[in-house]
C-alpha cells in the first residue's frame, strides 16, 4: 500500500481545517458545561491571558472508516500529563483523570465529530486580577475539539534547521509541564526556521545537546540503534515519545538508547524522524543543509509511520487498548 492511502493526507492542514459542518454545533466543555464553542469566551483579565500561566494539552482522535467508529489516541496518558502539568503551576485539579476521559468522549459525541480531530484540553489561572504569581489564583479547565489533519508534511522528509533560541531549562521555564506560556519560546524557533527556509527548528539545551523540535521530540537512528534525548534534557515527555518507543522496541525489535546527543552527531545519523500528537511521525532529510541518508525517507522511519497509522486507527489489536471509542 501507498503511503498516500495509507496516511490521512487527504484532510485539509492545520491552518485550513474546516469546522464541523454549519448544520451541527461544535461544542467545548467550558466552566463546567458543555456550550457552543462561539459562547466560551474569557475576559481579556483572565491570568493566564496575561501572564501564561495555563497549561494544556493535545490530544488526536483518528477516524476508523472501516470501523465507523472515532478512536481517541492514549487518552490516560494525556490526561495525566495534564494533572502532572498542572501540579507544577500550582493548579490542583479537582477532575480526575477518569472523568477527564469521560468529558472528552462526551464532547466529541455531542459535537457529532466523525473526522479526524483534535483536541486542547487547558487548565488555566482564571482570576481576573493583575499581578504575576502562581498562587491564590483561581483556576478552570476547558477542552475545545476541532477538525484536524496534518500538522506537517509527513510525505516527504523534512529540511530542519538548529535553531538559534536554545529550548527553555527546567530551572527557568520547565519544558516537562505543557505551559501555555512557554510556547513563545517554540514560537520564536518555529519561525526563525520557516523564515531561513526550513520545515521545523531543532533546539539545544544551553550545554548545547539536542533537546527536540518546537513541538516535536527527537529520534535518530545510528548503526542501527534508535537514539533519543533523556527527558532531563529538557524536553516534553511525548507521549508519541513513548509510543515510539514501545513500537519500536517490541514490534520492530530495535535497541533504542535514551542518551543526550551532540549537534554534529545528527549530521552522521542514517535516519532522523520527529514525533508528536500533532507532527505524528515526520521524517527528516536534512539538517543544516547536510543530507541524512539519501535525503527520503528512512526504512525505519517508514515502517514506524506505517505502524503508527495501523494502531492510531484501531488496527492492532495488541495496542488497541491504547483506543477510547466515542461511539
Ligand atoms: N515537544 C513539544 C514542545 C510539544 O509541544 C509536543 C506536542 N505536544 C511534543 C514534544 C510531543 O508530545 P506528544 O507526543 O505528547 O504530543
Given at each position: 500500500m501507498t503511503t498516500a492511502e495509507k496516511l490521512p493526507v487527504s484532510i485539509p492542514s492545520a491552518d485550513q481545517a474546516p469546522d464541523a459542518p454549519s448544520n451541527q454545533p461544535v461544542y467545548s466543555y467550558f466552566q463546567g458545561q458543555f456550550v457552543p464553542l462561539a459562547e466560551a469566551k474569557i475576559s481579556i483579565m483572565t491570568h493566564g491571558f496575561a501572564y501564561g500561566t495555563g497549561v494544556f494539552e493535545g490530544i488526536r482522535g483518528y477516524w476508523s472508516e472501516s470501523d465507523q467508529q472515532l478512536y481517541f489516541f492514549r487518552l490516560q496518558e494525556h490526561y495525566e500529563r495534564l494533572h502532572q502539568s498542572s501540579k507544577i503551576l500550582l493548579m490542583p485539579m479537582t477532575l480526575g483523570v477518569e472523568e477527564l476521559i469521560a468529558l472528552n468522549i462526551e464532547l466529541a459525541r455531542r459535537s457529532n465529530i466523525r473526522q479526524d480531530c483534535y483536541v486542547r484540553p487547558c487548565t488555566y489561572k482564571s482570576s481576573e486580577v493583575i499581578g504575576v504569581r502562581l498562587h491564590n489564583l483561581q483556576h478552570d479547565t476547558s477542552i475545545i475539539i476541532q477538525a484536524f489533519g496534518n500538522?506537517?508534511?509527513?510525505d516527504r522528509a523534512l529540511h530542519v534547521g538548529v535553531s538559534s533560541w536554545r529550548r527553555v531549562d527546567d530551572n527557568a521555564v520547565p519544558a516537562r509541564a505543557k505551559i501555555t506560556g512557554a510556547y513563545i519560546n517554540s514560537a520564536f524557533a518555529k519561525t526563525e526556521a520557516m523564515q531561513n527556509g526550513f520545515d521545523e527548528a531543532i533546539m539545544l539545551t544551553h550545554e548545547g545537546h539536542v533537546s527536540e523540535g518546537s513541538a516535536e521530540n527527537f529520534f535518530m537512528v545510528r548503526d542501527g540503534k534508535l537514539i533519543t534525548p533523556p527527558v532531563t534534557d529538557n524536553l516534553l515527555e511525548g507521549v508519541t515519545r513513548v509510543t515510539v518507543i514501545e513500537l519500536a522496541e517490541r514490534v520492530l525489535g530495535l535497541d533504542v538508547v535514551e542518551r543526550s546527543i551532540d549537534r554534529t552527531e545528527m549530521y552522521s545519523a542514517s535516519e532522523i524522524f520527529l514525533t508528536g500528537t500533532g507532527a505524528q511521525i515526520a521524517p527528516v532529510g536534512e539538517v543544516d543543509h547536510r543530507q541524512i541518508g539519501d535525503g527520503k525517507i528512512g526504512p525505519i522511519s517508514r515502517k514506524l509511520q506505517l505502524l503508527y497509522f495501523d494502531v492510531v486507527r484501531g488496527k492492532v489489536a495488541q495496542y488497541k487498548h491504547w483506543l477510547t471509542p466515542t461511539y
Amino acid at each position: 500500500m501507498t503511503t498516500a492511502e495509507k496516511l490521512p493526507v487527504s484532510i485539509p492542514s492545520a491552518d485550513q481545517a474546516p469546522d464541523a459542518p454549519s448544520n451541527q454545533p461544535v461544542y467545548s466543555y467550558f466552566q463546567g458545561q458543555f456550550v457552543p464553542l462561539a459562547e466560551a469566551k474569557i475576559s481579556i483579565m483572565t491570568h493566564g491571558f496575561a501572564y501564561g500561566t495555563g497549561v494544556f494539552e493535545g490530544i488526536r482522535g483518528y477516524w476508523s472508516e472501516s470501523d465507523q467508529q472515532l478512536y481517541f489516541f492514549r487518552l490516560q496518558e494525556h490526561y495525566e500529563r495534564l494533572h502532572q502539568s498542572s501540579k507544577i503551576l500550582l493548579m490542583p485539579m479537582t477532575l480526575g483523570v477518569e472523568e477527564l476521559i469521560a468529558l472528552n468522549i462526551e464532547l466529541a459525541r455531542r459535537s457529532n465529530i466523525r473526522q479526524d480531530c483534535y483536541v486542547r484540553p487547558c487548565t488555566y489561572k482564571s482570576s481576573e486580577v493583575i499581578g504575576v504569581r502562581l498562587h491564590n489564583l483561581q483556576h478552570d479547565t476547558s477542552i475545545i475539539i476541532q477538525a484536524f489533519g496534518n500538522y506537517i508534511d509527513i510525505d516527504r522528509a523534512l529540511h530542519v534547521g538548529v535553531s538559534s533560541w536554545r529550548r527553555v531549562d527546567d530551572n527557568a521555564v520547565p519544558a516537562r509541564a505543557k505551559i501555555t506560556g512557554a510556547y513563545i519560546n517554540s514560537a520564536f524557533a518555529k519561525t526563525e526556521a520557516m523564515q531561513n527556509g526550513f520545515d521545523e527548528a531543532i533546539m539545544l539545551t544551553h550545554e548545547g545537546h539536542v533537546s527536540e523540535g518546537s513541538a516535536e521530540n527527537f529520534f535518530m537512528v545510528r548503526d542501527g540503534k534508535l537514539i533519543t534525548p533523556p527527558v532531563t534534557d529538557n524536553l516534553l515527555e511525548g507521549v508519541t515519545r513513548v509510543t515510539v518507543i514501545e513500537l519500536a522496541e517490541r514490534v520492530l525489535g530495535l535497541d533504542v538508547v535514551e542518551r543526550s546527543i551532540d549537534r554534529t552527531e545528527m549530521y552522521s545519523a542514517s535516519e532522523i524522524f520527529l514525533t508528536g500528537t500533532g507532527a505524528q511521525i515526520a521524517p527528516v532529510g536534512e539538517v543544516d543543509h547536510r543530507q541524512i541518508g539519501d535525503g527520503k525517507i528512512g526504512p525505519i522511519s517508514r515502517k514506524l509511520q506505517l505502524l503508527y497509522f495501523d494502531v492510531v486507527r484501531g488496527k492492532v489489536a495488541q495496542y488497541k487498548h491504547w483506543l477510547t471509542p466515542t461511539y
